[in-house]
């Protein structure tokens, strides 16, 4: 059985990084996290139906955000395609997947919405899974 786990800026670092304030002296209200100059972006909204896990995809040129709306998800990541080599995580708040990080969603409520941003133009990578993959929460 797999562990799933809460987003931490430890655990979920090897993947990519917290959307949050950095802590900045002086607390200022508006603070830029992510920016890259060299692609524009888009703002997209993902409804999430599915219950189990039958495929993994990846982005080799483009940042991802999951960004939490509506719903219980959760955000399954792997840096290689071997289905043991994986976390699962309670998509609780906004993360920043890094380039070529392997990621599935499901949701754990009839649907789920969750607000992507990612470049205008993005190839992926897609690896399907030998069975359909299921996770349970205790």
Same mark, same amino acid.
């Given at each position: &059985?797999?562990?799933?786990?809460?987003?931490?800026?430890?655990? +979920?670092?090897?993947?990519?990084?917290?959307?949050?304030f950095t802590g900045q002296e002086g607390? !200022?209200?508006?603070?830029?996290?992510?920016?890259?100059?060299?692609?524009?972006?888009?703002?997209? &909204?993902?409804? $999430?139906?599915?219950?189990?896990?039958? +495929?993994?995809?990846?982005? !080799?040129?483009?940042?991802?955000?999951?960004? !939490?709306?509506?719903?219980?998800?959760?955000?399954?990541?792997?840096?290689?395609?071997?289905?043991?080599?994986?976390?699962?995580?309670?998509?609780?708040?906004?993360?920043?997947?890094?380039?070529?990080?392997?990621?599935?969603?499901?949701?754990?409520?009839? $649907?789920?919405? $969750?607000?992507?941003?990612?470049?205008?133009? $993005?190839?992926?990578?897609?690896?399907?899974?030998?069975? !359909? &993959?299921?996770?349970?929460?205790?």
């Amino acid at each position: &059985m797999k562990q799933i786990n809460y987003i931490t800026k430890d655990n +979920f670092g090897k993947y990519g990084r917290i959307i949050d304030f950095t802590g900045q002296e002086g607390n !200022p209200p508006f603070e830029v996290i992510i920016q890259n100059e060299d692609d524009p972006w888009r703002i997209a &909204m993902l409804r $999430v139906e599915e219950r189990e896990f039958t +495929f993994l995809e990846k982005h !080799p040129g483009s940042l991802e955000t999951f960004e !939490p709306v509506e719903g219980i998800c959760l955000l399954l990541v792997s840096l290689e395609t071997q289905k043991s080599d994986y976390e699962v995580f309670v998509l609780d708040r906004a993360v920043c997947l890094d380039k070529d990080v392997w990621h599935g969603i499901v949701s754990l409520a009839d $649907v789920s919405k $969750v607000k992507i941003t990612e470049n205008l133009e $993005v190839d992926t990578d897609y690896y399907h899974l030998a069975a !359909p &993959m299921q996770i349970f929460v205790d």
